[in-house]
């Protein structure tokens, strides 16, 4: 008898940005009603999941990632009575729901805080980390030191972030119960899982010593080997409380944001008593080529190896858009081959909202930059806006997002570049997507069948995916001309042929087309 997959293993996760996904009551930002409201658009897009980004209470210092309330959700939103009618109708419709957690730091607004600073003897004096006097060197991620002084405690609190981002002082039994208890909330609500925001920064150095520095990078926080702020030892004995928490709980899931990832780091945090996975964000560095991708895929899975499942990404409201990174103009022949790799590699894939329409990163203007990233570091680092413009529903005004001017520009490709355009367009990236997730839903092969490499060239990438005797064989020409390929010995069915090149199961040499991505099966 076969064991059960987890659904995250079979299954797509599809990142919302809810700032930006559909506004349903036209003040420029988007809640949950909106993203209730194209539930039937995600179902036929044929996802498993969506992971919401942060929607808790919050001052909005870091849109979201600055928690003030971990219970409740945020009036730009919605309702938690909101919350619980999405979760329901999406769960009607097969779509599991996973929360975005942010457990490192609070907002400087959360009680936890307020009541840390009025005094140094208050019941949650020690809830964040305070000291005396700056101990180390370490830098916050947005710029400046990561220490600030508090005048009202007289003293100075750690933050790996902004300065209304205080670090929590995870070594604090009280404040370990406190966030586990907040899993416990959304899990009894019906929760299928989470991502955990920079999950590896929970811990910090015990004697708070001083990071060694390195000659590379651009800004104060890269100079820096961080051997002391981040991956302290502590963080698996909470891991495996945590999976343990998760257990008792059917088919839920957690994912873990690996702050300065690596492979091997990423990997060290999976497994059958800690996350199901982690982010390894090499994968989205490398360039267009071929064997390029394929050195990530080697270097993921082995560092894996067996006891943890992989997973992929292309996109996420931090980094560029995957169009902007490879696509060439408006065209999205690149984004096929891109997105028809990530589909069908052995592994979780994750989805960014708009990617599935090839939508750009908007080249916004200094005065429209709301990122703190953005402004502070501008112009050598232009911020993360660009990439959480609203998402392109039609070609009414404002793409259809909301009725008035949204919280961020959208692009000016709207009128061409949207949902409603392209559903009606076959040849479309929209239409290629949902052919190929169908697909992979069809097959257990893609799903979860190995992964065993055929070729791997200057133009063309080229892997096997089999399960039992199901056994498909995936081709992506990178080249924007026509490559010669001669396929494995047997017949092979075409799957799908994109942009169709007419190969049929008795031929062994064939031409494949600019881009073209090509799926066949085995015929037994």
Sequence with gaps: MMREIPWWQKGIIYHIYPRSFADSNGDGIGDLNG????????????????????IYPSPQKDFGYDVADYTDVDPCYGTLADFDRLLQEAHARGIRVILDLVLNHTSDQHPWFLESRSSRTNPKADWYIWQDRIPNNWQATFGGRAWTYDPQRGQYYLHLFLPEQPDVNWRNPEVRRAMLDVVRFWLDRGVDGFRLDVFNAYFKDAQLRSNPFTPFGRRPFEWQKHLYDIDQPEMFPLLRELRQILEAYPQRYAVGETFLSTAEKAARYCGPDLLHAAFNFEFTNAPYRPAAFWREVQKWESALGRRAWPNYVLSNHDIPRSATRYARGEEDDRLRVVLGMLLTLRGTPFLYYGEEIGMRDVALRRSEILDPLGRHYWPFHKGRDGARTPMQWSDAPHAGFSTVRPWLRVHENYPRRNVAVMSHDEGSLLNFVKRLIRLRKRLLALQIGDLHLFQVSQAVLSYFRGCGEEEVLVTLN?????VPFELPAGRWEPLLDWPAVGSSSLERRITLAPHQVLLMRRLL
């Design 478 to 482: 990178f080249a924007a001309c026509e």
């Design 35 to 54: 993203i209730l409201q194209h539930l039937d658009y995600l179902a036929d897009l044929g996802i498993d999941a969506i992971w919401l980004s942060p």
